[in-house]
């Protein structure tokens, strides 16, 4: 089949993706246009409100569940079966862009109204939802909201957590922001099937040039907090060996990440994202360091060598320095293989619409991983420009927008069952 007239109205599309993008909107010196909307603030109520509103104007059935995961149903002809679902997220980190998770979130809207638009109702019914605080920016993990809806983590270990940074408690936040919703967890029926739409945030579809990124699975993660208790002192009267200097400790802890980087090659990453230092001074050697050790790998057993290797050096430097590590997890999800049939499926609609598509494993986490515990999941990426995401300058072409949405169009509506128009025969291909 080529290309097919297009199903969605990318103008509308886009005009959201601009609207959603001004809540929390941050300039950056270049102008780029991010967002800071972090999980549970202020900005993330007005993104939820405003994307509430659009679910509401397109008359859906809205579930809200107790960890603030948002559900809107449009209503297929068979309501009792399991929908299918699509979706993402809209909270974003602290210098985030306009398009990681919203798209998925806003594309998947765009698609049940332009079923509706044409007057279509599919045999199964078709949700899009937005998931609590994906980013783990401010409440570890990541996926968490995901996490909870499938069950990985229980409602009230979740609404205990603390945010990093501010000491905010996640059931808190979630009560003040007004979306505590009444639906339990797990409650909302799980979906037949789940398929996300995102963009790469990486290079490679872009250098590679592909339009449609088949995405087979998600990389393993490890986010480790280390605390490392030294001894402050003064920095110009301490002979050097007498000091324990936390963040000395800190610094052998980075460059040990970026080194087993080198050591395991391949598809070994690792990043040393937060480093907290007390009391901060210039003439007064730390007190403490709080740091985040960020690993990821396709390979299981690669990242469960990379953690050991981690935990050796802290004990090596920690002797060293005579300074005390401790260690908090906080997030671990094994390695996920997205399901066959469904990649199969978004490969072939990809090329029945005429793109170049590359299979290839996320490096990023995403709530589809989740939604893989539950039912037959996959995603569709699209490309990033310059390859940048979680960086204010995160951008991606109107033409990949378009052809993204176009792909999870067709993807819902053949997992939805045969498309029909309002008097009930199938719609025109
Ligand atoms: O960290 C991640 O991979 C995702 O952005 N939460
Ligand atoms: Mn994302
Ligand atoms: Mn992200």
Known sequence: MSARPARINLERLLSRLEMLGEI????????????????????????????????????????????????????????????VMTGSHIDTVRTGGRFDGNLGVLAGLEVIHSLQDAQIRPQRSVTVAFFTDEEGARFAPDMLGSLVYVGGLGLEEALEIIAADDGARLGDELQRIGYAGPVPCPGVQFPESFVELHIEQGPILEDEGFGIGVVEGVQGISWTELTISGQSAHAGTTPMRLRHDPVYAAAVITTFVRDLTRHHGGDQVGTVGRIDIHPNLVNVIGSSVTMTVDLRHTDERVLLD?????????????????????????????????????????????????????????????????LARVCPSAMIFVPSINGLSHNLAED??????????????????????TPLTASGVPEQE
């Open 24 to 83: 929390g909107q941050v300039i950056g010196p270049n102008g780029e246009r991010g967002c800071a909307r972090l999980a549970l603030t202020d900005a993330d109520r007005e993104g939820r409100d405003l994307v509430v509103a659009w679910m509401r104007e397109l008359d859906l059935d809205l579930h809200i569940d107790a960890i603030g995961n948002v559900f809107a149903t449009y209503l297929g002809l068979e309501p009792d079966l399991a929908p």
């Open 306 to 370: 990379a953690e050991q290797r981690l935990e050796q050096i802290c004990a090596e430097v920690a002797a060293e320095e005579g300074v005390e590590i401790s260690h908090r997890s906080l997030a671990r999800f094994e390695p996920v293989v997205f399901d066959s049939e469904m990649v199969r499926l978004v490969e072939e609609v990809a090329k029945d619409l005429g793109h170049r598509t590359r299979r290839m494993p996320s490096g990023a986490g995403h709530d589809a991983q989740m």
């Open 396 to 417: 991606t072409h109107p033409s990949d927008i378009a052809a993204g949405a176009e792909v999870l169009y067709e993807v819902l509506t053949r997992r939805a069952g």
